[in-house]
């Protein structure tokens, strides 16, 4: 059985991916926050207790999974958004190119500016903020740098449940949980979402087909109204259309929670993907249904 050490898995991705990878591999998953049982220490910052905790695993992958991801704490926190999201996958890359083993880092759809509608997997990035900066310099760092670097680039993350989740579904669900009839939705923000089951599982399918390099991998399915048509489709699936009106707003409804630039479109093509006949991400909407189904039971009781 081949050994996968995952580092920073204790956040709404590294459930999906532990709950993936143990029925095949034997793991070792470390996060800052320790908030499973399967979990042990690590701050993967510290690049001497990061080797030496891998170096003592040998494992045949590691993956990189950790970072900050809130953008206006990044805004604040610059020194702690660059060692955590950048300087950190350098110790990761220096660590895999020693035992010659491949890498694969989480990249973000966050790093374009949104002037275009659509963005595939060979648009050059420019990054509008400290988080896009720092995620964007962590990617290049596996692309450049690492022997065998995979990089796969989510978007809108969904995952986690009520425990983990620190997103835009579970934000929604908060609210509906507290009595909200009327939810305000911004209209001028584009993007796709991820689902972070059907994420860890087309990671898995490009391990096995030995695939590196950078890929796109979101959800399938247009989205013309962004998150307003997320959210519609949220309160379809709950069945409380006639319950909860949602409210079409511009960002400038949030700016004093929500400052951080962020670009107007973050949509990805996963051209390389389906090129390749690699795809294997679901409809949004069939992944959205399939959350709230499972993580979300009995949540609104």
Known sequence: MKKIYIAGCGGMSGGAFYDRFKKKYELKCTDIDVNEDWLSFLDFRDFKKYREDVMDFKPDFLFHLGAHT??????????DAYMTNTLSVENAVNIANELDIPIFYVGTAGIFDGKKDMYDDWEIPTPLSVYARSKYLGERV??????????????????????????????????????????????????????????AANVEFLIENNQRGLYNMVCQGEITDNRLEVTKELIKIL?????????????????????????????????????????????WKVALKEYLEQDYEGYLD
């Open 70 to 79: 809130d953008l206006e704490y990044c805004e604040k926190n610059p020194d």
């Open 142 to 199: 596996v692309l450049e740098t690492a022997k065998h670097g995979l990089v796969c680039r989510a978007g809108w993350m969904i995952g986690g449940g009520p425990k983990k989740d620190k997103k835009y579904i579970h934000k929604i669900m908060e609210q509906i949980k507290n009595g909200s009839k009327e939810l305000s939705v911004v209209r001028d923000k584009g993007g796709i979402p991820t689902y972070t089951r059907d994420f």
């Open 239 to 283: 069945g409380l259309e006639d319950k909860v009106k949602v409210t079409s707003v511009d960002s400038e409804h949030f700016k004093k929670e929500y400052w951080a630039t962020r670009p107007s479109a973050e949509r990805l093509e996963n051209k390389k993907l389906k090129l390749r006949g690699l795809n294997k991400m679901r409809n």
